[in-house]
């Protein structure tokens, strides 16, 4: 077993979901599924990068953040960067198209963190994290959660995640290597609503669009049609 800092129940793949209702109801902790065995190694070894870290200093930091504004401001200081460093005149290269509204919604994966995603069958092993919180939104700083790549820092995930709690009562549910598995309580219950959901989705996590629906009004009636919320980064 790799050393983990938190509490861990494990269960097979397909009940991951009703125990961690059944541990979200408790009072131990905030429960999060992070996955089988390859899954849980990774997140340790993302935890013991860099050597020890505070997780209160990383939730003071998402304190000052606004949350859509903030991350919107994220992306367009890392084009500016990027600009500057090959050189070349800065464009918006995160605002992505918006497209036609679909004719129907496209398919949310739902739950994923519990899946082999090649085969598409659940772990036959899956664990779920116990935070030290009873806010899900914190927990990527528990989980020193992102800075990689185009996935944002921590503080960035926490405020996002408690703008959509308080918006949408958005829970984070799953969390892996590379993807996040959140469900909300409410959806949006306007086409420009669901537009405006979108784009900061889009500027929190490009590739569900660049590399999944395509556009902006594909994600922005997904929205509207389901609960579950995916993102993932390469």
Do not use: K
């Amino acid at each position: 077993m790799v050393d983990f800092p938190y509490p861990l129940v494990t269960v097979r793949g397909e009940a991951a979901l009703a125990q961690w209702e059944v541990l979200r109801a408790g009072d131990d902790g905030y429960p999060v599924i992070v996955g089988d065995d390859d899954a849980l190694a990774r997140l340790a070894e993302g935890l013991a990068l860099d050597g020890p870290f505070d997780p209160a200093v990383t939730l003071e930091a998402a304190s000052v953040l606004s949350g859509p504004s903030s991350i919107h401001d994220y992306r367009r200081q890392q084009s500016e960067l990027y600009a500057a460093l090959l050189g070349e005149e800065f464009a918006e290269e995160w605002v992505p198209e918006l497209g036609d509204w679909p004719a129907s919604a496209p398919q949310s994966p739902g739950l994923t963190v519990h899946l082999d995603l090649l085969s598409g069958q659940p772990h036959e092993r899956v664990h779920i994290a116990l935070l030290p919180t009873s806010q899900g939104w914190e927990a990527p700083a528990y989980l020193r959660y992102g800075g990689w790549n185009e996935c944002p820092p921590p503080e960035h995930h926490v405020a996002m995640l408690r703008s959509w709690h308080e918006r949408y009562g958005a829970e984070l549910v799953g969390i892996s290597s590379d993807m996040v598995n959140v469900r909300a309580a409410t959806r949006p219950q306007t086409r420009d609503e669901a537009l405006g959901l979108a784009r900061e989705q889009y500027a929190y996590c490009a590739d569900i669009v660049d590399q999944g629906v395509q556009n902006l009004s594909a994600l922005a009636a997904g929205l509207m049609a389901d609960d579950w919320w995916f993102f993932w980064w390469d």
